[in-house]
């Protein structure tokens, strides 16, 4: 393992949650999604080997780590909304802090991608959200529960229906 | 110092053939067995659970140390190198060659024709299944001929497959499940598929890997296991044309050089080393390599390539429960008479192509919160899409090969090898053909369920590779006979995928192992009962 991990500024973390996660999710959705973000930066290996690609002969490392920077940009959210509107984000209202995340989200998407591959701290929290079984399951209204085991029982089913946040 | 180890047969590689026929020959013979592996150990049973979820959290690969860092070669080829080899990762897709393979030449005027039928081969089919535990469900038996029934039941269909063979069906396709290394019943002290959806790295030990035969014959006293040691070159007996001597190197103790002496050697190391150690074994008597008198070694490398695409269907399904199993049809591998030569498979999956949760609309506009939410909702209310894929038959031309890379060489400065694959005219001037075919095939489909076809796209790609020391009767065009043996050294045999003839339009594995199942039976006619 290499150094400890840069923590996250975690109030600012959970106001750039706010505006940028599904409404729906709800407070404890939401701290529960930021908490498995957290969770998964502490997680984080930089340059780990990463799975074979079929037939590529070559290994494949991910990249340096993203937690330094990642740490910086919260940093500098906050001080771009102390020195714009003189609060901090978390005291920002919704659209303000979307409207302080537009620049630093101009060259992200379309799709989401991975959370590892660096980027803005923001398209981090949502492509690590989204890649969820919490997410497809909210999403389709369903327990889906991706990637858990589950036996063989009962496969042809239809999932059940009411997926909760 | 050197140490030498001796054995009745030394098997050259540690993968899933030298494990079919370690097995055999430690079930039927007496014979001491010793196998070497250049690599290691990587992640077991109990540990895979846990590099599972890094792999699946940060795309880790779940088999740590499984390759030599300046062992490897360039061109398609596995990166594996470890007691287990390249199917310690495998999704386990074991369906057999089609009849039609083994006599190409014959029933078409294309391609070759194999030194075995499938008659032929047939019983070593089953055998394979059996000691790697396939579960399955027979298809048409014209095209999918078998003389007994798999060992297990399939796999069950998710509510997804099961939609979607609905669909195949009012199309007239019709499709089965795919044959699976995986078990749906207990079966040799493993244990039943548990739909993890991670079949790369399976942490309930359902799936088969090579490695559960080695430990059992390893625990039974019935072979040697030389790990961490690369065989650099095979060295001629005096004044004979049989193997003596498999000079290797220790990677823990590379200054203490060792030699594997036995009677009969056995190289199963996958369609690049293979062919890549007899050519670094060149000797006065064989300057180009060994088993190559007739200059075939390393020619014939065979691979398959594909058609996929994404068919959008209006129906509403929901990605994720299983979607590492799949639904197989066997029509277009068997197709009866045909004007211009094709035969392919053709397998279905469920997809979220198109519909996964996106930062930006079409427009491209920024989405924020609940409209991230809102419009994936949409895309996935609005319809389900299905992937489809055709492995389609390449024919091999003598110039597709693998030849020693001076420009590329490991630590030791050995060459690595270098594979330059090549199709034969007669596949590049039918690939429109092939192509526009499979298509429009995909387009039948899509109809039937009033979907439509997304996108196609076609690889190049020389999938479930082999080849380079190709089997055949006539020593002048081949490396082995239908054994396996080399036509040039009476006790040296190549066994799995260097051997095939062509690759097929079905993953090659099972009859990689079958193949190396029918070597086995020929070593064990030497060997004391």
Known sequence: ??????????????????????????????????????????????????????????????????????????????????????????????????????????????GLGSPANGGHVAAALMAHFYSSPVATDLCYGVTIAKQQCRGLEGAGARPAMGAQP | MTRVVESDVCIIGGGITAAMVAERLAERTSATITVIEAGGRTASLEERAGTRARMLAYGENPFPNDHIPDQTGTGEMYRQMVVGGSAMHWGG?????????????????????????????EPYYQEAEERIGVAGEQGPPDCDPRSKPYPMPPLPLSYNLARMREWTERAEVPFWTQPWARNTEPYRGRNVCERCDTCAVCPTGAKYTPDFAFDRLLADGRIGLVDRTLVRRLELEPGSDRIAVAHALDRAAPGDPVEFHAGTFVVAAGHAWSSHLLLLSATGRFPDGLANRTGNLGRYMTGHWYVSGYINLPMRLYPGIFANNSLLSHRFASPGPLDRYLRHDLRLWESGVGRQPRLRDDDGRLLWGDEIMADWRTRTESGATARIRAYYDVIPDGDSRLTLDAARTNSLGDPMPRIDYRAAQATLDLESHTRDTITGRFEHLARAADGTVRSTSGSRLFEHPGGGCRMGDDPATSVVDRWGRTHDHENLFVVGAPTIVSSGCANGTLTFCALSLMAAEEIGREMPA
């Open chain 1, 1 to 110: 393992m290499g150094a400890a991990p840069v923590p996250l500024p975690g109030e600012t973390l959970r106001a750039v949650a706010e505006a940028v996660l599904p409404a729906e999710l709800g407070d404890d959705g939401r701290e529960r999604a930021v908490a498995a973000f957290e969770r998964w930066c502490e997680g984080l290996e930089p340059v780990a080997e990463l799975s074979h690609p079929y037939l590529v002969p070559e290994t494949r490392y991910s990249g340096p780590d993203p937690r330094p920077g990642w740490a910086a940009q919260l940093e500098g959210l906050d001080k771009e909304c102390m020195s714009r509107h003189g609060v901090s984000l978390a005291g920002l209202d919704t659209a303000g802090r979307r409207k302080l995340l537009e620049q630093p989200l101009e060259g992200a998407g379309p």
């Open chain 2, 93 to 121: 897709a074991v369906p057999r060659y089609s009849p039609e393979d083994f006599r190409l030449r014959s029933l078409y005027g294309v391609g070759f024709d194999w030194p075995i039928s499938f008659d032929d081969i």
